[in-house]
Nanobody, 119 residues
Framework: QVQLVESGGGLVQPGGSLRLSCAAS????????MGWFRQAPGKQRELVAR???????NYVDSVKGRFTISRDNAKNTVDLQMNSLKPEDTAVYFC?????????????WGQGTQVTVSS
């Protein structure tokens, strides 16, 4: 069984920074990509940032230049450094991994971590 465990959410003032971390554990044969999604109240879940095993990244336009995604393939971890945070970044952030476990390739999700940007 695969688990994704997130950490690093919290309350921060506008303009501040937070770093989210996610670690995948269990029977993992290969991780194709890892990423972060977020869901604000009353809104659909959206992709924030994604990184492939080869290091290719993509970001939603609203976070470009402020957020940086990185991963450690050896440790099966992915981080999201969030700078210059805005109130509109407030949401529950979910870690996601596209990986193969045993013979099945599946998307796995973390439990979510709350990020609140407010003065």
């Amino acid at each position: 069984q695969v688990q994704l465990v997130e950490s690093g959410g919290g309350l921060v003032q506008p303009g501040g920074s937070l770093r989210l971390s996610c670690a995948a554990s269990g029977i993992i044969f290969r991780i194709y990509a890892m990423g972060w999604f977020r869901q604000a109240p009353g809104k659909q879940r959206e992709l924030v940032a994604r990184i492939t095993s080869g290091g290719s990244t993509n970001y939603v336009d609203s976070v470009k230049g402020r957020f940086t995604i990185s991963r450690d393939n050896a440790k099966n971890t992915v981080d999201l450094q969030m700078n210059s945070l805005k109130p509109e970044d407030t949401a529950v952030y979910f870690c996601n991994a596209d990986l193969s476990s045993a013979v099945v390739r599946t998307n796995y999700w973390g439990q979510g971590t709350q990020v609140t940007v407010s003065s």
